[in-house]
Structure formats: C-alpha cells, structure tokens
C-alpha cells in the first residue's frame, strides 16, 4: 500500500518530494519502488520506526506531513508472534507521534484497518464511532495505535487523522496474502488453501481507488477525524476464490480447504459516507479491479517469484500450511 501510494502522490502531486522510511522486513521490498528510485522527488532510508535515532534523522528533512504506513500487517503472523506487532504497531507509533510533536508537523495520518471494530455477525455496518473490539494480536495493536493518535490530538493538538480502511487488493501485494496467494498458486499450478468453508465477508477496495481517497482525506479531511475507507464490494472468501479460479480457467479441485484460523472474524463491513461527503467515489467495481491484479501478476513473475523463494516466505508456507508444503 505504501509503495502504490508514493507513486501515487509523486504522479498526482508534481510539487511534492517523499521520504520513504522503511525497516525492509521480510514484507518490504525495494523492487516496489523501482519506477520512482531515480525520481529527484523521492528519497529511500533505511530505519526502524521503533529507534528513536532513525526517526529524528527522518524528521530532520521537516516533513510536512507524516503517514505511516509502517506496520506488522499479516494476521497469521500475529497469531504466531504477537510481541513483533506490540512492538512495530504500537511502540513505532509512539516514536513517530513524539517527532512529529517536535517537530511540529502540519499532519500526521495513521493508516490502519476495519479490524480494530471487531466482527459483525449479520446485517449491519461499522462507523467511525463504533466501539474497538480487536479480537487478533494484529487488530488489537493498531487499535491501541489509533487511541494513541488519538490521544495525541486530544492531549497536545498533534493534527492527527486516522483512517480505517477495509481489504485493499492491486499491484505488489505480497504474496503470502490470500489473493495473491491464490493467484501466484495457481500460476504455478499448485493448490490453493482456503480457510474453513471459506463463508468468511469481507469488503475490498482496488490499490488505485484507495490511494485516490487516501489524498482526498488528506487533503480535505478535518484534524482529530476518523475516516473508514470502503468501495462496498462486499464478497465471502469462497466466492473470490471462485472469481478467481474462473479468470485463470482452473476448476474447484485445486481449492484445499485447511484448518480455520483461530478466532476468525465472520464479516467486516464499514459505512464510508464520512469519507464520500467529501467528495471521493471509487471507479472500480471488484471485477474491474481483479482483471488488472491478476493482468499484473501474470505480467510480473519475476516479481512474486522471487518473493516466493525467499527463505521467509518458504518458512512460513511450510508452517501455515503444512499439508501443502
């Protein structure tokens, strides 16, 4: 998300100049950024947003405004390793907010997810002034970062705004994701895992509408808000997984249906009329969207290919899905 939304920015925004800070864990990868690395606007550093020393030293070019991205993200991973999220998702944003009180930045915009608001089972839809009810390790450190950007804005006027945002699906997204996954599987002519009966809901939002309303809220969005970011396309996992087997010509039997995660939330769904008041609508419709992700994956092997011979990404396929390996 972040790597689409600097190029983004740098396309949509001739005047502006980017900072990219980023620890390059097993999830970042510089080949994201490959378009705008020589791009006179656009600047790599190397740093951990949990040490101090790394963040004053990416403040020290006096950003205007700061938007992390930053973020342990993969809730399978937080099941596994809990004190990893704690300490990127929560201890990261302290350090961050800190700077930017320092350095009195004019907006700091904390991205994170729909899943600080718990399940919904049934009808209905989250708001910005629903209750938090994280129920993973991953939902429950951004939920404990949002109140901390909250706090800030509350406490010494930091012009915070956060956004919560429902599944983002597009270009460059890691594979061990679930539609990358079942994409890049089926490329290579492998089977794909799909947890439990796969009657699981979720909302999807394409990599270019979200960045699109990521700078509207930016731009026109008030300080001390909460934004849900949502195109509506709400889908049960079982049904993207069909979409997808019909795009690649493949039939069901390739699906494996494996253990359910523990504690998996039923449906997500988010009211985004905050958002659309201020004018942002999305373009693409989930089929639209979809046909250019796996458009790109077909046309960027090399790039998940790698990805998929890492030792990490072995690792943790081996792990997760053992029946598979």
């Not at 097993?26 to 490959?34: P, R, S, T, V, W």
């Not at 939920?143 to 705004?161: E, K, N």
Request: proline share 5%; net charge negative; glycine share 6%.
């Amino acid at each position: 998300m972040g790597s689409n939304f600097i190029k983004h920015i740098l396309k949509t925004q001739p005047d502006a100049s980017v900072l990219n800070l980023d620890k390059l864990t097993y999830a970042g990868n510089l080949d994201n950024i490959k378009e705008v690395e020589n791009d006179p606007r656009y600047t790599f550093q190397k740093g951990d947003i949990t040490k101090r020393e790394d963040v004053e030293l990416a403040f020290a070019s006096q950003p205007d405004i700061v938007v992390n991205f930053a973020a342990e993200t993969h809730v399978d991973r937080s099941i596994m390793d809990p004190a990893a999220f704690v300490m990127t998702d929560v201890i990261g944003t302290h350090t961050l907010l800190e700077s930017a009180k320092k350095y009195k930045v004019e907006k700091y915009i904390q991205i994170s997810t729909d899943e600080v608001y718990g399940h919904i089972e049934g009808e209905g839809y989250f708001t910005e002034d629903t209750p938090f009810r994280p129920r993973s390790p991953y939902s429950a450190s951004k939920a404990g970062a949002d109140h901390l950007v909250q706090s800030y804005f509350t406490t010494y006027g930091l012009p915070t705004i956060v956004t919560h945002s429902c599944n983002v699906y597009g270009y460059n997204q890691h594979p061990e994701k679930f539609m990358p996954l079942f994409i890049t599987n089926l490329l290579e002519g492998k089977k794909v895992p799909l947890y439990g009966d796969g009657s699981q809901v979720r909302e999807y939002i394409f990599i270019d509408d979200y960045c699109r309303a990521l700078e509207h809220i930016i731009t026109h969005g008030t300080e001390g808000e909460a934004y849900n970011i949502s195109a509506g396309h709400s889908m049960k996992n079982k049904d993207v997984a069909l979409m997808i087997l019909q795009a690649l010509q493949k039939n069901e039997s390739h699906i494996v249906h494996v253990n359910d995660r523990p504690g998996h939330d039923v449906k997500y769904a988010v009211n985004a009329d905050k958002l659309k008041a201020l004018g942002w609508n999305p373009e693409f419709n989930f089929e639209q969207g979809l046909q250019k992700k796996i458009q790109w994956y077909k046309d960027n092997e090399w790039y998940w290919k790698k990805v998929k011979q890492s030792p990490e990404f072995i690792d943790y396929y081996k792990r997760q899905y053992p029946d598979l390996s």
